[in-house]
C-alpha cells in the first residue's frame, strides 16, 4: 500500500517516550461523547460489551475499535478516536474485550493477546448488522496484536475492508523482556496489579453466582500473590485458563509478527522507535511484510502517545491519521 506517510512531531517538552506514554492516563482530559451499549453474546456462553458511538444510517462507514492491556473502551485513545470517525460523518463501536467493561466475564477464561476467535466473533456480527456499511477495525497495543493475528489467519477473508494497528508488541516474549527493564519496570508492575485485580473480580463474581466449576479452575492457578514480571504471570495465569502450555508457548502461539506475512487486507501499522515496551528488535523487517501493508515507523511517540501540538493545546496525531488514512482506502 502506498497512500502517504506523515511525520510526526512531539509536543515541546514532550519528547520523552515516557512523558508520550503517560499523558493518556495522567494528564488528558475526558473526552465525553454519547454511546449505546450492545452485549454481544459467545458461541460459548460469555459475552463482549460494546460501544457504539456516531450516525445510525445502514451505509455510513464503520470502525471497529480495540482497546489495550487492561484498558477499555473509557480508555482515552478509544473515546478520541471514536470521537474523530463520528466528525467525518463514520460510525464506531468500541469492543471491550472479556470481562474488560466494569462487569467480570462469566468463563474461567480471559482475554489475551492471542484472542482472534472473539475479534472474527464481533467482525460477523457487525457484518450481519450493518451489512451495506464498509467495515474497518482499529486496534491499540494488546487489541492491534490481536487484529495483525486476525489478518494474518483469515488472509482474504479478515471481513474488514483496512486496518489500523498502533503500537504493536509484535514479539510477545521480547516484549515480556523489555517492559522488566528501566523505567519500564513501572509500567509492568501496574500492570501486574490490574491483571491481578481482573482475577480476584472473577473470583469475587463466581462466589457470589455460586459458579463452582469456574471457581475451581481459578482454584487451581493457585496462589496469585508474589507475580512481577509477564513471564510469572502468563506462565501461572494466562496460559492454563486460555489453553496454552506455559508462557513461551502462548507467546509463540498469539505473537503477531510470525503472521504478517499472510495478511491481504489494506493496513496500516504506526509505531514509534522509541515505544518503552518494545525492543528495536522485536520490529518486523520489511520482507516480513505483506504488499498490503503500510508500515510508518516514527521516531518518536512513545506507547500509545504521539502527543503533538503543545502543552496547552495538546493534539492527537492518531486521532487524525487513523481517520485520514483510512477514509483514504475507502476512496480506494
Known amino acids: 500500500m502506498s497512500f502517504p506517510s506523515e511525520r510526526f512531531t512531539p509536543a515541546f517538552g514532550l519528547g520523552n517516550p515516557h512523558l508520550q ?8 482530559k475526558t473526552t465525553h461523547i454519547e454511546r449505546e451499549r450492545e452485549r454481544l453474546w459467545l458461541e460459548d456462553g460469555d459475552f463482549l460489551d460494546m460501544d457504539w458511538h456516531g450516525p445510525h444510517t445502514a451505509d455510513a462507514p464503520l470502525v471497529l475499535v480495540l482497546h489495550g492491556l487492561t484498558g477499555s473502551s473509557n480508555s482515552p485513545y478509544v473515546a478520541g478516536v471514536q470521537k474523530a470517525f463520528a466528525a467525518q460523518g463514520w460510525a464506531s463501536v468500541a469492543l471491550n474485550w472479556r470481562g474488560c467493561s466494569g462487569e467480570p466475564n462469566l468463563l474461567p477464561r480471559s482475554y489475551h493477546s492471542g484472542a482472534s476467535e472473539d475479534l472474527a466473533e464481533a467482525i460477523r456480527h457487525l457484518r450481519a448488522k450493518r451489512p451495506l456499511a464498509p467495515l474497518y477495525a482499529v486496534g491499540y497495543s494488546l487489541g492491534g496484536n490481536v487484529l495483525l493475528k486476525h489478518l494474518g489467519e483469515t488472509g482474504s477473508d479478515s471481513g474488514v475492508s483496512g486496518a489500523v494497528a498502533v503500537s504493536v508488541p509484535f514479539r510477545l516474549d521480547q516484549c515480556a523482556d523489555r517492559i522488566g527493564q528501566g523505567f519500564s519496570k513501572v509500567y509492568q508492575a501496574h500492570f501486574m496489579r490490574e491483571m491481578v485485580a481482573y482475577i480476584k473480580n472473577k473470583q469475587r463474581q463466581f462466589q457470589h453466582d455460586g459458579r463452582e466449576d469456574g471457581l475451581a479452575a481459578l482454584a487451581a492457578l493457585g496462589s496469585l500473590e ?3 514480571t509477564f513471564w510469572d504471570f502468563d506462565g501461572r495465569v494466562t496460559a492454563p485458563l486460555n489453553g496454552f502450555v506455559d508462557a513461551e508457548d502462548y507467546y509463540r502461539r498469539a505473537s503477531s509478527r510470525y503472521f504478517l506475512g499472510e495478511i491481504r487486507t489494506p493496513t496500516l501499522i504506526i509505531q514509534a ?3 518503552p515496551f518494545v525492543f528495536p528488535h522485536s520490529l518486523p523487517q520489511a520482507m516480513e511484510l505483506s504488499a498490503s501493508t503500510q508500515f510508518e515507523l516514527q521516531a518518536k511517540g ?15 496525531y492518531l486521532e487524525r491519521r487513523i481517520p485520514q488514512w483510512l477514509s483514504a482506502v475507502g476512496r480506494g
Open 21 to 28: 506514554t503517560l499523558w493518556g492516563p495522567l494528564w488528558r
Open 226 to 228: 508474589n507475580m512481577r
Open 273 to 275: 522507535a522509541d515505544d
Open 302 to 316: 512513545g506507547h500509545v502517545g504521539f502527543v503533538d501540538g503543545s502543552f496547552r493545546q495538546p493534539g492527537y
